[in-house]
C-alpha cells in the first residue's frame, strides 16, 4: 500500500541529509517541539516550511476549535469498523486527506487503534473494535488513503490506553504475549501493511515505562523489529521528562512553545546526557515527515499532485448508511411506501448527537437531524409528528442565538470581539484577531435573550474559574466555579456547571452578560486555554407530561421511531463511563412507546455500547453509532429501504453490566492490571460461556437473506505460506478461504462474510477462536457469488518465549454471519515447519 518509490525514498534521505548536515544543535533541537499548539517551526534556512498537525479521526479540525472554521464531520470510528470494509474506509483516508490540505494541514492525529477492552471506556467510540485484526485492518485502510492523499497519520495511542481514568499516569501491566497478540496487534498490522508517517505515543505507563519515554517498545519492537521509519509524536503535554523522551525515542514533544525539549535538550547534550547522536536521529525522522509531506527544499512530496477530488458530504452519507447496524428486525423494516402517518420521538430526534466528545470532535459543515432528513424523504401524503418524550441532557445546552464576546485588557479596554456562534469560547493556543494571551485580563459575553415562553427559565455557566453572569439587570451569580479533580484537561473537556432559575415573561427582550475573568497561569502546561459557555432553557414541560405527549403521538401514528442516545458527558475523552444504561428516562420512554405503539423502531444513537432491556418488546432496533453530519439523511435513505444498512458488530454488546468480561477502568493505586490476559471481547464471552450477550461481534442484518452453500479451504502456496515461524511476512496468505453464498432475498444486498479460526482446544491458553479474514460482498436476488479470503500466517501464530511461532495441528476453519452464527466449518491440517 502507499506510494512507496524507492527512486524518491533516496532523493529525500538525500535532502534530509543535506538539511541536517546545515543545522548547528540548537536549530536541531528546535524542530523536535512544538512552535505553538498545533504546528512545528519552519526553518527557512534550510527550506523547511512549518508542519501543521490537526485532529483526527471523525474529521480534520484545523487549527481552530471553534464552529467558525467548519469541517466534514463523518461517522465515529465504531462506525468505520462497522462497515468492515477496508477499500470504503480507504475512500474515507482520502477525504481527510482533502480536508487535511484544504486546511493546511500536513499530519492527521489519527486513526484511534486501542481496543474496546471495556465498554466503560471514554473513548470507545473513538477506537474501532474489541478485535486485534478487524481494527488493524480497518486502521490500515484509513491510514493508507489519507497518505494517498499526500498527508501524514499518526495512529495512537501507542500502546493501552484503553480507558481514560488516570489517563495521565496509570500504569498499564500486561503480560507480553497479551501486548502482543492484542494490544500491540493492530499497531503490528498497520505499521508493517500501510507504513504510517507516524504514530502517537500515549500518556500512560506501560509494565512501569511512560510511552513517550519506553525506549524498548519505541526503539525495539516498533522500530527495530517492526522497521517503522516514521516520527513518534508525544500525546498532547505527553513528553515530561528531557533525558528519558529523548532517549526512549520520542522525535516530537507536543506542544509548544513551552516543552521538556528546547533549551533543555541542549543542555543535555552539551554536559553530554544525552549523545548528539540520538538528537539527529529525532531531527533525521522530522525532517523525513517534512520531506514526505512536500515541506521541505529538493525532496519531492510524495503525492506531489492531489487525486481526484471526493465529494465529502456524499461519502459522509454513504458511510453512515453502510455502518448502520440493524440488530433486529421483526421485518417492519424498511418501513412500507405509503405510510399514512410516523411519530418521531427524542431529544436526538431533532438534535442528533454527530460525534463523540473531546479531541475527536470536529464542527460540521452542517447537520442533517432525523428529523430534517425523515421530513425531506417522506412521501407528501405522510404525516410526519415530532415529540421530545424525554431529554437526556444533564447539562443546559448553550445559548446559540447572538453571542457576542468582548476580549478585554488589564485597564478594562475592549481588545477586540468575537461571535460564539454556538454560545462557547474555546481559545487553545491562539486567541481571535491575533490577540496575546499576556494581554487578556477577562472575557465578556454578552447576548439579548427574547423567551419565547412565560415562565422559569434556565441559564448556566458552563467552565471552571471566576465568572459573574447578569441577567436582567440583576447579577445571578459572581464567585468561583470549582473544577472537580486534578485533570487540567477537564477544564476543557468536561467542564463544571452552575445554573441558576429565573421567572421571564415571553417575547419581552432580556439582556445576559456572563464575564470571566482569566486566573494568573493557564492551568495547561504553557499553552493558553479560555474555554466557557452561556447556556440557556426555555420552560419545560415536566418528564413525565414529555413521556405522555409521545406515548400519544405514537399510538396515534402508523410506525413510531424513537431515536435515544448518549449525551456528551457518557461518551467522551478524559472520562470513563460509571455505567451503560441510556441516561434519563429514555428507557422508560421506550417501553411506554413501544407498549402503545407494537409498530416501534428504535434508533440508538451512540458510539458504545449502551444496555437495551426493551430490546425484545420492540419491532427494530438499528444501532446508528455517532452517524456524523448527514445522520438524517442516511437515517432516512435506512429505514425508507434506499439503501440497506451495511453493519455489523465491530464489538459484542452486552445485555447486562454485570456479564462484561472486563469491567474495572479505574486503577488501584495507579496500576490497571490487564490481568485478564487474551480474554476481551468475544474471546472471553465465549470461554466463559455463561451469560450471553445481547448481540454478539459479528451480528447486523440487511434487507435480504443468504444462505451459505460452500466453503474450501487450502493452504497457501505463495511468499511466506509455508514459513512455521516469525521470520516470514506475517500478513502474507497462510491460507485462502473460498465462501459460497447466495442471496435468497429478494432484492440486491451485501453480505460481510466472516471467516474465524479454531484450534483444536488442547492449548486452554488460546481463544477458542478469532476472527482470521472476512470480505464483503454483493449479489443480486438468486445470484451466488464468492468470497475469496485470504488467513494470514499471523492467525496461526501464537508469542512465546521464543517469539511468534505456528502450532501446527488440527485448526477448524468457520464461515459466518457473526462469531456466534458460524454456518459452515472446514478442519484444516496444518503441518509442522516445513511441511506443506
Ligand atoms: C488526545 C489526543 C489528541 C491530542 C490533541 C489529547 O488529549 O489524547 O488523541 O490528538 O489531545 O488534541
Request: net charge negative; charged share 20%.
Amino acid at each position: 500500500m502507499g506510494n512507496h518509490c524507492p527512486e524518491q525514498d533516496a532523493m529525500r534521505e538525500t535532502a534530509v541529509e543535506a538539511a541536517l548536515g546545515k543545522l548547528d544543535l540548537t536549530a536541531k533541537v528546535a524542530l523536535l517541539a512544538g512552535a505553538d499548539m498545533w504546528s512545528l517551526p519552519a526553518n527557512e534556512e534550510i527550506g523547511l516550511g512549518r508542519l501543521v498537525m490537526s485532529d483526527g479521526p471523525a474529521g480534520v479540525r484545523g487549527e481552530r476549535w471553534t464552529p467558525d472554521d467548519p469541517s466534514v464531520a463523518i461517522p465515529s470510528p465504531t462506525a468505520l469498523a462497522a462497515t468492515w470494509d477496508p477499500e470504503l474506509v480507504h475512500r474515507v483516508g482520502g477525504l481527510l486527506a482533502q480536508e487535511a490540505r484544504r486546511k493546511g494541514v500536513h499530519v492527521v492525529l489519527a486513526p484511534t487503534v486501542n481496543l474496546h477492552r471495556s465498554p466503560r471506556g471514554g473513548r470507545h467510540f473513538e477506537g474501532y473494535s474489541e478485535d486485534p485484526l478487524l481494527t488493524g485492518e480497518i486502521g490500515a485502510a484509513l491510514v493508507g488513503g489519507v497518505q494517498d492523499g499526500g498527508v501524514a497519520t499518526t495512529p495512537k495511542h501507542w500502546v493501552a490506553n484503553d480507558s481514560e481514568t488516570e489517563r495521565y499516569s496509570v500504569d498499564v501491566r500486561v503480560d507480553e504475549r497479551t501486548l502482543r497478540e492484542l494490544y500491540l496487534a493492530p499497531f503490528e498490522a498497520i505499521v508493517r501493511k500501510a507504513r504510517p508517517w507516524g504514530l502517537m505515543a500515549a500518556y500512560n505507563r506501560v509494565n512501569g515505562r511512560s510511552m513517550s519515554e519506553n525506549g524498548e517498545l519505541n526503539n525495539g519492537v516498533l522500530r527495530a523489529e517492526w522497521g517503522f521509519d516514521g516520527i513518534l509524536v508525544s500525546d498532547w503535554t505527553g513528553a515530561r521528562d528531557t533525558i528519558r523522551a529523548a532517549l526512549g525515542g520520542l522525535d516530537i514533544a507536543m506542544p509548544g512553545p513551552v516543552t521538556v525539549y528546547g533549551e533543555h535538550l541542549v543542555a543535555a547534550v552539551r554536559d553530554g546526557r544525552v549523545p548528539e547522536e540520538s538528537v539527529d536521529e529525532l531531527a533525521r525522522r522530522v525532517l523525513r515527515l517534512a520531506a514526505r509531506v512536500g515541506l521541505l527544499a529538493d525532496a519531492p512530496a510524495v503525492v506531489a499532485e492531489p487525486p481526484a477530488p471526493i465529494d465529502g458530504e456524499a461519502l459522509a452519507r454513504e458511510l453512515a448508511a453502510r455502518s448502520f447496524t440493524l440488530v433486529g428486525n421483526d421485518g417492519i423494516l424498511p418501513l412500507e411506501p405509503g405510510l399514512g402517518s410516523v411519530a418521531l420521538i427524542g431529544a436526538a430526534a431533532a438534535e442528533a448527537r454527530i460525534g463523540g466528545g473531546g479531541s475527536a470532535q470536529v464542527f460540521p459543515t452542517r447537520v442533517t437531524s432525523p428529523l430534517d432528513g425523515l421530513r425531506a424523504a417522506l412521501p407528501a401524503g405522510t404525516a410526519l409528528g415530532y415529540a421530545l418524550g424525554a431529554d437526556p441532557r444533564t447539562h443546559v445546552a448553550p445559548l446559540r442565538a447572538g453571542v457576542t464576546a468582548e476580549l478585554l485588557g488589564a485597564a478594562g479596554e475592549v481588545l477586540t470581539t468575537a461571535q460564539l456562534p454556538d454560545g462557547s469560547v474555546r481559545w487553545i493556543g491562539e486567541l481571535p484577531d491575533g490577540v496575546g494571551f499576556d494581554a487578556l485580563r477577562a472575557v465578556r459575553a454578552t447576548a439579548t435573550l427574547v423567551p419565547q415562553a412565560t415562565g422559569v427559565h434556565r441559564l448556566a455557566i458552563r467552565g471552571a474559574g471566576r465568572f459573574v453572569l447578569e441577567a436582567a439587570g440583576r447579577v445571578l451569580f459572581d464567585g468561583v466555579v470549582h473544577l472537580d479533580g486534578d485533570d487540567p484537561a477537564a477544564a476543557f473537556l468536561n467542564p463544571p456547571e452552575a445554573v441558576f432559575e429565573l421567572e421571564l415573561p415571553g417575547g419581552a427582550p432580556v439582556a445576559v452578560t456572563l464575564t470571566h475573568t482569566l486566573p494568573q497561569a493557564s492551568g495547561f502546561a504553557g499553552f493558553g486555554l479560555v474555554s466557557f459557555a452561556l447556556g440557556h432553557s426555555e420552560p419545560v414541560a415536566t418528564a413525565d407530561e414529555l413521556i405522555d405527549e409521545a406515548v400519544a403521538l405514537a399510538a396515534a401514528a402508523d410506525v413510531a421511531v424513537v431515536v435515544v442516545a448518549t449525551t456528551e458527558e457518557v461518551e467522551s475523552e478524559g472520562v470513563d463511563r460509571t455505567g451503560l444504561a441510556l441516561p434519563g428516562r429514555q428507557d422508560e420512554l421506550v417501553a411506554r412507546v413501544a407498549a402503545a405503539n407494537p409498530r416501534t423502531v428504535v434508533v440508538v444513537n451512540a458510539g458504545a455500547p449502551v444496555l437495551m432491556p426493551w430490546r425484545e418488546d420492540v419491532a427494530a432496533v438499528l444501532l446508528t453509532w455517532f452517524p456524523g453530519q448527514q445522520a438524517g439523511a442516511a437515517l432516512a435513505d435506512v429505514l425508507l429501504g434506499a439503501v440497506e444498512p451495511g453493519g455489523r458488530l465491530p464489538t459484542t454488546w452486552p445485555a447486562e453490566e454485570a456479564d462484561c468480561p472486563v469491567w474495572e477502568v479505574v486503577p488501584t493505586e495507579g496500576v490497571l492490571d490487564y490481568g485478564e490476559g487474551l480474554f476481551i471481547g468475544y474471546p472471553a464471552w465465549q470461554r466463559r460461556g455463561t451469560a450471553q450477550p445481547a448481540y454478539w461481534f459479528g451480528h447486523g442484518l440487511g434487507y435480504t437473506d443468504w444462505e451459505y452453500q460452500g466453503l474450501e479451504v487450502r493452504l497457501g502456496a505463495g511468499a511466506g505460506a509455508d514459513a512455521a515461524d516469525g521470520d516470514g511476512d506475517p500478513y502474507a496468505a497462510r491460507a485462502e478461504a473460498v465462501v459460497r453464498v447466495r442471496n435468497t432475498g429478494a432484492r440486491a444486498g451485501r453480505e460481510t462474510v466472516q471467516v474465524y479460526l479454531a484450534p483444536d482446544g488442547s492449548d486452554r491458553t488460546r481463544p477458542d477462536r478469532r476472527l482470521a479474514g472476512f470480505a464483503v460482498v454483493t449479489a443480486e436476488p438468486g445470484e451466488t457469488v464468492e468470497a475469496r479470503i485470504p488467513l494470514p500466517l499471523r492467525s496461526f501464530q501464537t508469542w512465546g518465549d521464543a517469539g511468534w511461532s505456528v502450532r501446527p495441528g488440527t485448526y477448524a476453519v468457520e464461515a459466518g454471519r457473526s462469531v456466534a452464527d458460524r454456518r459452515l466449518t472446514v478442519a484444516l491440517d496444518l503441518p509442522a515447519a516445513g511441511g506443506r
